[in-house]
């Protein structure tokens, strides 16, 4: 069993950058492949970024490629999301989420934990 807890959100204006955290507790972090999925007010959530359990496969939906940037340390059971170049359409409730079944993936049910998400706020 892991908990997830993300933080870093807020109010940005466009073209700022921002870096989201999500701690992890319980279990073993470096068996957990990561992911971040995103919100937007009435629309479904959708997938932002993923990164393996050791760090070296990572990937991003088309439309963060070359702004965004994911990362973790393991020693510090911590995977990041560096936001750059943020647009009006990033804004979200970003939700870090975490799974151990399988290879690293963009899709939703293939993570089973699930942090109660951060607010990012981008004006134009």
């Known amino acids: 069993q892991v908990q997830l807890v993300e933080s870093g959100g807020g109010l940005v204006q466009a073209g700022d950058s921002l870096r989201l955290s999500c701690a992890a507790s319980g279990g073993s972090f470096n068996t957990y492949f990561m992911a971040w999925f995103r919100q937007a007010p009435g629309l479904e959530r959708e997938f932002v970024a993923a990164?393996?359990?050791?760090?070296?496969?990572?990937f991003y939906t088309p439309s963060v490629q070359g702004r965004f940037e994911i990362s973790r340390d393991n020693a510090k059971y911590t995977v990041y999301l560096q936001m750059g170049s943020l647009q009006p359409q990033d804004t979200a409730v970003y939700y870090c989420a975490a799974g151990n079944r399988g290879e690293v993936s963009e899709r939703e049910d293939a993570y089973r934990w699930w942090g109660p998400g951060t607010q990012v706020t981008v004006s134009s």
């Open positions: 990164i393996s359990r050791t760090g070296g496969v990572f």
